[in-house]
């Protein structure tokens, strides 16, 4: 079961650049990592998705180590509408099974 | 931007009854999925579906718990004798290829209360 760890909880100020570690130790060569931001009553939406390196959209970038054993979103500048849970996914031992963890609640104050 | 979406948004059943829970997936999508999450907690895998089979379910998705793709269009998840614990949001999402590289795609859920 390819689990994934996250903090639970993260603060932060407005314009300011928020990084969300997650781990996920037994990752299988050929999952890619992907990441979701999920509003109260909403669905969660797809932010990013990387293999390894670096990968850098409109919204976010995604760190992700040679070992690929951890994964880093980078939020740059959040904004008070920013404030949502982010979760990190890693495909799981099943052909089409993906394991959502308990995510981070991320607040973003004013 | 194409998007799924779900019916109702809201469903309100007494313990016992059958519901069905409906979806549009994205229409060139391929793969189809059911989540469900209990308030406050995480998002929970249900089963998934390919080419009018189920690829994987998680040991929630019991004998009381059935999908399927009746037609061209929609995806639908039935829930046999609902009980006072499957109360919660049930969210269907869709992807357009293999599932460990295509992002999924979420609808914005149907809240199921059980009374």
């Known amino acids: 079961l390819a689990k994934t760890t996250q903090p639970i909880s993260m603060d932060s100020y407005e314009g300011q650049e928020v990084n969300i570690t997650c781990s996920h130790n037994n990752i299988a060569t050929n999952d890619y990592i992907t990441w979701y931001q999920q509003f109260p009553s909403q669905g969660p939406r797809f932010i990013i998705q990387?293999?390894?390196t670096k990968v850098t959209n409109e919204v976010a970038s995604l760190f992700i180590p040679a070992d690929r054993k951890s994964s880093t979103l980078s939020l740059p500048r959040v904004s008070l509408s920013d404030t949502a849970v982010y979760y990190c996914l890693v495909g799981d031992e099943g052909f089409n099974k993906f394991y959502f963890g308990s995510g981070t609640k991320l607040n973003v104050k004013p | 931007e194409p998007e799924v979406t779900q019916t109702p948004s809201h469903q309100v059943t007494q313990m016992g009854q059958e519901v069905i829970l409906r979806c549009v997936p994205i229409?060139?999508?391929?793969?189809f999925y059911w989540y469900r999450q209990i308030l406050g907690q995480k998002v929970e895998f249900l089963v998934s579906f390919y080419n009018n089979e189920i690829s994987e379910k998680s040991e929630i998705f019991d004998d009381q718990f059935s999908v399927e793709r009746p037609d061209g269009s929609n995806f639908t998840l039935k829930i046999r004798s609902t009980k006072l614990e499957d109360s919660a949001m049930y969210f269907c999402a869709s992807s357009d290829g293999q599932g460990r590289n295509s992002p999924l795609h979420f609808g914005n859920g149907t809240r199921l209360t059980v009374t």
């Open positions: 990387g293999y390894k």
């Open positions: 229409s060139n999508h391929l793969y």
